[in-house]
Structure formats: structure tokens, C-alpha cells
């Protein structure tokens, strides 16, 4: 029996590190932004069921949005601090995606530096791979709206 490059990769994290709670993002909305399928530190795996009311076109393509959305959501969720925020990101779109299909997003960190990450993230309908990404993140002591934002712009710029 052939086990998909996804499956094998599900299996690893499973064995190499437990299963933890999501505790940021929690009061997202999945049908637009996908489900946590699995969460470890460092890992995550969004599954986003693409529906009738993301269609962009006469043809049934997704809006790229909620590709980004998902996608996102899947490099919070691989942080999982309570206050990490999004400071930039570099996206390839590869493929469209169709209403109709189920996309799963594999997010992992790869770069911590303080209060930073750096975190990739795959998406893929089967074993196509129709997104990739590098999402810059930054983990604030007190909630982003909570912050005095003019006094603290440097600082996150240059943690940025």
C-alpha cells in the first residue's frame, strides 16, 4: 500500500511530538478559515472544506483569500502563543483551487529568533500541491489592539 508524502508526513509528527491545544485564533470562523486536523508545537494541520459561498467565478474557482486565510491560520495555529499576530508573508499561489475541495495546509516553524517565527506553510488538494508560503510572525506580551500603537510602531517594525 502506497502512503502519500502527507500521510507519512502526519505519521512523524504524530510520533515525534504530542498533540497540544490550540490556544490562539479561538474564536475564528472555520467555515471560512479551516479546521485544526493537528497541533504539536512547532506544527499544525488546517483542513479547509471549500464551499459554494468562496466562489469567485462562473467556472468555481475559490477566491485566493480564503486560501490566504487558511494558510494563515495554519501559521498561528503552529505558534499557538495566545498573542501572535502576522508581520508579513511571501505566498505562491500554484494551483486554483475549485468550490467543492477539501485543501489541507501543513504549517511548520522553521526559524525562532525572540519574540519571531518564521513559519512555512504547504497547502495541497490530494497530492497536489496548490500553495506555499513563508509567513513572518510576532509574539506581543499584551494583545496587538491592547497596545499603545504609536508608542510601540518602532519596536515591532524592528521585530519585524
Same mark, same amino acid.
Given at each position: ?13 504524530? /510520533? ?11 474564536? /475564528?470562523?472555520?467555515?471560512?478559515? =479551516? ?6 508545537? =512547532?506544527?499544525?494541520? /488546517? ?11 462562473? *467556472?468555481? *474557482?475559490?477566491?485566493? =483569500?480564503? /486560501? ?45 529568533? =525572540? ?46
Amino acid at each position: 500500500m502506497d502512503e502519500t508524502l502527507e500521510d507519512q508526513d502526519d505519521l512523524a509528527h504524530f /510520533i515525534s511530538k504530542e498533540q497540544t491545544d490550540l490556544v490562539t485564533h479561538m474564536r /475564528i470562523n472555520n467555515n471560512f478559515s =479551516g479546521e485544526v486536523a493537528k497541533i504539536s508545537p =512547532g506544527y499544525a494541520k /488546517i483542513v479547509l472544506d471549500t464551499v459554494e459561498v468562496m466562489r469567485a467565478d462562473d *467556472m468555481g *474557482m475559490v477566491h485566493g =483569500g480564503f /486560501i490566504f486565510s487558511a494558510a494563515d491560520y495554519a501559521a498561528m495555529a503552529a505558534v499557538n502563543e495566545p498573542n501572535v499576530v502576522l508581520a508579513s508573508s511571501t505566498c505562491l499561489f500554484l494551483s486554483p483551487v475549485r468550490v467543492g475541495d477539501q485543501v489541507s495546509f501543513v504549517a511548520e516553524e522553521h526559524q525562532k529568533e =525572540g519574540r519571531k517565527r518564521t513559519v512555512n506553510v504547504k497547502g495541497y488538494v490530494y497530492d497536489i500541491k496548490v500553495f506555499e508560503g513563508e509567513f513572518k510572525t510576532v509574539i506581543t506580551d499584551r494583545h496587538v489592539l491592547r497596545l499603545d500603537l504609536l508608542k510601540n510602531t518602532e519596536e515591532l517594525r524592528q521585530d519585524a
